[in-house]
């Protein structure tokens, strides 16, 4: 057993391989078990490879924490945590209303005893792992693919529980390396009580807004510093007023001086999910169907929130975080596509793909073994690609519409109820199955929203009667009698959400809690459509879970091919699990003409003020006019540096993570990624792969200028 080596190379034939030459060291995100294998110091890191990385001792990876679906880093020996002002936006949200608007004017504690409940927010810290692929493959030799699947959850599950018996005070998580393949279990200490400490007003942490985000140049202080909290003895423990700050075993120290041009820097963090070992076919779903819907469809609904909030100012605040989210990943699915046609990144990959197969074909052991395998692959993409509208319209139709989802949660429940013949069986059905059914309709009835459900239904509707062939929904075109133009769907959906109680949520919640048996016995159009929805999720979930079963199996060899083609052994995508990635402070150019420096700086902010995405706070303009930017001035820029850009390999999940320069200190926050970059997803590339960080320096100037948080600042460990 080894502290956290982040593992591990392909498996073939039972054996790891970790040996191996990285031919493009500034590419990937490297598990840390490689570190061995590349030459860092080279690169410039000027500390010891062991203070980076030390699996029988202490390193800089036990400052390094994972917050929610972000990364974070501890500052102090009393639990502070640094990470960004958009992974803490939903907690402030959370707090805050008309009254105290937390989201405009920031949040402070000026002690611990101020501090609020990041109510929800989970933090861990990876304590060790193991391979444990064989036992997840265990027993699935001769299976069929959906009953392998099924028996590697089994397994996961089995190995799980008997992990978590066995380490009480931690938690086991299994992740997936490489797909049908190798597996390995990772031990993770929790946190529970997290209190926010200091978050900027959003004209700080996100300045710019959407118009700014995922671009370049950047001008953004997103940051925040957030404080984990345990029980007296130690242990996890959600909040208490008992309970004490955490004590890390680790924390970074912040170097005040910044980095220059040029300079190396590194960053470890939980990069979230990257796609760069998936075939072809899954490159050409994404490129022609999956990013375009999703992006044009959260389009859609963020503008119905946002026009919503500018009638009623209450609903701004309520619809903040779920626009910021939809926006993010409108706008990032958006570089990507851009990202796919710049680069014609599906052609070079079927083009890859096509030597792959010549290589399997002109060798007899090779093509008795993988010679099908990519063929089979295809076939599962195409069968994929034709009823593609279809499948994204299920993906999304209950997340967009709650009573549609109310009644295909509820339509089990009715089908088995309606067939009971006595009162009896009826009133022991009700008895029984209450509870169940209560906690089943939380999660649609906790989404309705009058001011969108009608205006939601409509949409999705309208998009899913036009559906045809093998993609269409019949029960869609029914319910609108085969009228499917728009004003007769806005009709009918006005009179069934009048007449139905399925469009009241308290008239839902009242039958919930009384009169179950009458909800039970609704068989009005919403009740007909959720069946009818129902059943065709049930069959595109199966159908999901074939073609995943069937591609579990086929991607393990298509590794394995892949590798033996190559030569070499590859870095795993990165799946959430803890990863270092290096390079420098770097410019780039994204266009022809044009040369993106790799600083900002507050003169930059200055100019972007006063429009409705770029307020600035009038502390802010008056301390540029008084050039009171000491002692955090940039030498050679003579400005306050705010943000920088580097040609790290980063993704989502990075969001937080600390970068850090050769000495292994803290000189900003990775917060984004330039528009070209949003195609790391699937490919990197140093020519535009840029990822963008909030400078240490102005992190510190906003705290002693801006906020007058010194309280903070003393907390901290500065370097001489």
Excluded at 52 to 77: E, H, K, M, Q, W
Excluded at 324 to 351: H, V
């Amino acid at each position: 057993m080894k502290k956290i080596s982040l593992l591990l190379c392909i498996l073939i034939g039972g054996t790891i391989l970790t040996s191996h030459t990285v031919s493009n060291p500034d590419e990937d995100m490297f598990p840390l078990s490689e570190l061995k294998n590349i030459n860092v110091k080279k690169a410039g890191l000027k500390i010891k490879p062991e203070e980076l990385y030390n699996p029988n001792g202490t390193s800089l990876i036990d400052a390094i924490v994972r917050v929610g679906g972000c990364t974070g880093s501890f500052l102090s020996n009393d639990g502070l945590i640094i990470t960004n002002h958009h992974c803490a936006f939903s907690f402030v949200q959370a707090i805050s209303n008309v009254q105290k608007d937390y989201i405009k004017y920031g949040f402070l504690a000026q002690s611990k005893e101020q501090e609020v409940p990041a109510k929800g927010l989970v933090c861990k810290i990876t304590n060790s792992y193991k391979d444990v692929s064989s036992d997840v493959l265990a027993g699935t030799a001769n299976l069929s693919s959906v009953d392998r699947l099924k028996k590697i959850a089994e397994n996961i599950k089995a190995i799980t529980k008997k992990e978590n018996e066995l380490n009480p005070t931690l938690e086991c998580e299994i992740s997936e390396m490489f797909t049908g393949k190798t597996y390995v279990l990772f031990r993770y200490k929790l946190l529970k009580d997290v209190r926010l400490v200091y978050v900027p007003p959003t004209s700080i942490g996100a300045y710019g807004g959407e118009i700014d985000n995922w671009e370049w140049p950047r001008h953004s202080g997103d940051f925040a510093f957030l404080r984990a909290y345990v029980a007296p003895d130690g242990s996890a423990s959600e909040y208490n007023e008992k309970n004490i700050p955490y004590k890390p075993v680790k924390f970074l120290t912040v170097n005040p001086s910044g980095v220059n041009e040029n300079d190396f820097v590194f960053i470890l963090g939980y990069p979230g999910r990257t796609y760069r070992h998936q075939p072809a076919g899954f490159f050409e779903y994404h490129e022609k169907y999956l990013l375009s819907y999703i992006s044009n469809l959260f389009d859609w609904r963020i503008q119905q929130m946002e026009n919503l909030g500018k009638k009623d100012y209450s609903l701004s605040i309520k619809y903040a975080a779920k626009i910021k989210s939809l926006a993010n990943t409108a706008k990032n699915f958006k570089g990507k596509l851009q990202g796919f046609r710049r680069s014609d990144l599906t052609k070079q990959k079927r083009s890859d793909e096509n030597q792959l197969n010549q290589f399997i074909q002109a060798n007899a052991e090779l093509k008795e073994k993988y010679g099908n395998v990519i063929s089979s692959i295809d076939n599962i993409y195409s069968q994929m690609m034709q009823i593609a509208s279809k499948n994204m319209w299920l993906d999304q139709v209950y997340q967009v519409c709650p009573q549609v989802f109310a009644a295909a949660t509820l339509m089990p429940y009715s089908i088995a109820y309606q067939k009971l013949k006595t009162s009896a069986e009826k009133e022991k059905f009700i008895k029984d199955e209450h509870e169940a059914i209560k906690k089943a309709m939380a999660k649609p009835m906790g989404m309705y929203d009058t001011n969108l459900d009608k205006s939601a239904f409509v949409k999705m509707m309208s998009d899913g009667a036009a559906l045809q062939g093998k993609n269409e929904i019949p029960a869609i075109r029914n319910l609108f009698n085969g009228n499917t133009s728009i004003e007769n769907i806005e009709k009918v959906t006005n009179e069934i959400f009048t007449k139905s109680g399925w469009g009241d949520a308290k008239k839902m919640e009242e039958l919930l809690s009384g009169d179950l048996a009458k909800l039970l016995s609704i068989n009005d159009e919403f009740a007909i459509l959720g069946e009818a929805i129902q059943d065709a999720y049930s069959k595109h979930t199966f159908e999901t879970q074939v073609r995943n079963g069937e591609l579990s199996r086929l991607m393990a060899s298509y590794v394995e091919a892949k590798q033996l083609w190559k030569k070499s052994s590859f870095i795993p995508d990165a799946n959430a699990t803890l990863r270092f990635t290096y390079g420098y402070i770097k410019g780039y150019s994204p266009n022809d003409g044009v040369y993106a420096k790799p600083f900002t700086t507050l003169r930059g902010v200055i100019e972007k003020s006063d429009t409705m995405e770029f307020q600035l706070l009038d502390v802010i303009r008056e301390l540029y006019a008084a050039k009171d930017i000491a002692p955090y001035a940039h030498p050679t820029l003579n400005d306050l540096p705010i943000d920088l850009l580097y040609n790290l390999d980063t993704t989502g999940g990075n969001s937080g993570s600390p970068v850090m320069n050769a000495k292994g200190q803290l000189i900003g926050v990775n917060f984004d990624r330039a528009f070209t970059a949003t195609i790391n997803d699937y490919a990197w590339n140093e020519s535009y792969s840029r990822s963008v960080g909030v400078d240490i320096r102005y992190v510190l100037w906003v705290l002693q200028k801006v906020a007058k948080a010194n309280h903070i600042v003393n907390e901290l460990s500065l370097a001489k």
